[in-house]
């Protein structure tokens, strides 16, 4: 059906396999185990299989035929993480398992395989079962008991939780606002009380808590996680609806993000992340080599070697830099002056400013403001 050609083409393009077969074999042997044990799937049902290290499949039949989707993940995963052993449990090597395509558990992926079925069989046409074989990949495990069907929850939000702290370490975006593609925070958060809006205030304060607990271990100095923190606290506290709570939890995950791939200090020695700190937060000072390394405990020519070294540029080549990224808001304002801009982020002519800008940029600021302004 061009259905199924349709959905094989774009998970082709995420790199996820999707294979129909009407006789033989998939040729990944706990699956293949699974089919000659149970029997499963049935007609008009999807079954939905977990096994280690997350790595997922969904296996379906329509009409004579079998179908396989995967594998693929919804978290991350290193080397580190892995037992070669029990990686060929489940007839993978290491370094295949690190290749299996991650998807945002509630993105575009789910809304695709949902919308395939819905046109194989029609809504509520079908059945899902979901297996989890990280027992045993040859044994199917069934959470019929509502305590499992809670544990099972649990552990799938905790995945999820992970998932999102790391791609936000990472400053995967594309990855994040996946993510949210149809999620719905009626049906995603825990329910901790009878008030809703309290309940969703209560999941935005603790993806608050863990997205400041992942930029602050990622080396963001703690004086910029705590102002992004303080900033979004106020918010949540005026939350009044679903979507709204939704739209901020998306929102935190990007900015927090960002923090972490500007202010990353992480790897470079105290009295350098000291400096870094003086510098972003006092860049529209005159600012001199000597109150440098004093507020770091360096002598001047120590302190300039060291910061070349660990920066990668000098001190003031850093400083110049800092200037212009923040002078881009201002140029971003067609009622601000070349002349303003420079002043505001620090430099003490526009001559200086605009020499500086090119050097950095390659263009003029003149030449940056009619690139992104259109004028």
């Known amino acids: 059906m061009d259905i199924l050609n349709y959905v094989k083409e774009v998970l082709a393009r995420q790199m996820i396999g999707f294979e129909i077969i009407s006789e033989g074999e998939f040729g990944i042997p706990c699956i293949d185990e699974l089919v000659r044990s149970s029997g499963l799937p049935h007609e008009r049902e999807v079954v939905r299989i977990t096994l280690h290290y997350g790595v997922k499949f969904i296996l379906f039949r329509h009409e004579k035929s079998l179908g396989l989707i995967g594998p693929y993940r919804t978290d991350f995963i290193t080397g580190a993480d892995i037992d070669e052993e029990e990686a060929g449990r489940i007839g993978f090597e290491p370094g295949q398992l690190l290749s299996v395509p991650a998807v945002a558990e509630l993105g575009l992926f789910k809304a695709m395989i949902d919308t395939l079925f819905d046109f194989l069989w029609n809504r509520d046409g079908y059945s899902f079962h979901?297996?989890?074989?990280?027992?045993?990949?040859?044994?199917?495990?069934?959470?019929?008991?509502?305590?499992?069907?809670?544990?099972?929850?649990?552990?799938?939000?905790?995945?999820?939780?992970?998932?999102?702290?790391?791609?936000?370490?990472?400053?995967?975006?594309?990855?994040?606002?996946?993510?949210?593609?149809?999620?719905?925070?009626?049906?995603?958060?825990?329910?901790?009380?009878?008030?809703p809006v309290r309940n969703?205030?209560?999941?935005?304060?603790?993806?608050?808590?863990?997205?400041?607990?992942?930029?602050?271990?990622s080396g963001v100095a703690a004086f910029y996680v705590d102002r992004l923190s303080s900033i979004f606290g106020r918010r949540i506290e005026k939350l009044s609806t679903s979507r709204a709570a939704g739209d901020l939890i998306a929102e935190m995950m990007k900015e927090y993000s960002l923090l972490i791939r500007d202010y990353s200090w992480a790897g470079y020695p105290e009295?350098?992340?000291?400096?870094?700190?003086?510098?972003?937060?006092?860049?529209?000072?005159?600012?001199?080599?000597?109150?440098?390394?004093?507020?770091?405990?360096?002598?001047?020519?120590?302190?300039?070697?060291?910061?070349?070294?660990?920066?990668?540029?000098?001190?003031?080549?850093?400083?110049?830099?800092?200037?212009?990224?923040?002078?881009?808001e201002s140029l971003k304002n067609p009622d601000?002056?070349?002349?303003?801009?420079?002043?505001?982020?620090?430099?003490?002519?526009?001559?200086?400013?605009?020499?500086?800008?090119?050097?950095?940029?390659?263009?003029?600021?003149?030449?940056?403001?009619?690139?992104?302004?259109?004028?």
């Open 271 to 328: 009295a350098i992340k000291a400096v870094l700190f003086i510098i972003d937060s006092r860049y529209r000072e005159h600012l001199s080599l000597d109150e440098l390394g004093g507020a770091a405990g360096l002598s001047v020519p120590y302190l300039s070697r060291l910061f070349t070294k660990q920066v990668g540029k000098t001190v003031f080549e850093y400083i110049n830099e800092v200037r212009i990224t923040k002078s881009l």
């Open 200 to 217: 969703m205030q209560n999941y935005s304060i603790i993806s608050n808590t863990l997205l400041r607990r992942a930029a602050y271990e």
């Open 336 to 375: 601000v002056t070349i002349a303003e801009a420079a002043v505001a982020s620090g430099f003490e002519d526009q001559s200086y400013y605009t020499r500086a800008f090119k050097k950095v940029k390659g263009i003029t600021p003149t030449e940056w403001r009619r690139a992104h302004l259109g004028k």
């Open 130 to 195: 979901d297996i989890n074989g990280t027992e045993s990949p040859n044994v199917s495990i069934y959470s019929d008991n509502i305590e499992d069907n809670n544990a099972a929850e649990v552990s799938r939000r905790y995945r999820r939780e992970d998932a999102m702290l790391q791609a936000v370490k990472s400053c995967n975006l594309e990855y994040i606002e996946g993510l949210f593609a149809g999620f719905s925070m009626d049906k995603e958060i825990e329910k901790r009380n009878n008030n």
